[in-house]
C-alpha cells in the first residue's frame, strides 16, 4: 500500500473530510487531495508533522508511513524511552486542536489523566492484596 493510501485511509478512519484535516493541520485542502490521488510525492517531515497534529496521530508512525523511519526503529524509540507523561505536560508547550494550552489546562488535563489511572491502581492493588485459596 502506497503513502496516499494510507493517508486516506487514516483520514476516513477520523472520519474527517479533507477540508475538516485541512483546518486541523493548516496543510491547504488542494495539496492534501492531491496527495490522497498520488499526484504529489512524499511530503516534508515538516508538512508530515502537521498532517499528524490534524488527524491526532503520532508523528513517527506517518514518518514510518513516508519512508523516513524505518518501523523497527520507530517502534524502538517507543518502547525504550518512556516519557514521564506528568512531566511532559508540565516542562511543554503543548498544542491542541490548533489551540495552545494554558497552564490551567495543562493542569485539568493532569487531574484528568490522575483519575482515570486512579481508578486502575485500585483495582490492581485490590487484586495483590487478595489471599490466593
Known sequence: MYFY???RDMR????FTIR???DRSGVSAA???QLENGNRGIPSPDVLMKLSEG???????LMDIAGYLES???????E????NLRRFLRENELMFDGFILTPEDKEWVERMLTVLFWKERQSNKSTESE???
Open 5 to 7: 493510501d494510507k493517508l
Open 12 to 15: 476516513k478512519m477520523k472520519g
Open 20 to 22: 475538516e484535516l485541512a
Open 31 to 33: 495539496y492534501i487531495s
Open 55 to 61: 488527524l491526532n496521530t503520532s508523528y513517527s508512525e
Open 72 to 78: 523497527s526503529q520507530a517502534n524502538q524509540q517507543f
Open 80 to 83: 525504550s524511552n518512556p516519557v
Open 131 to 133: 489471599p490466593s485459596s
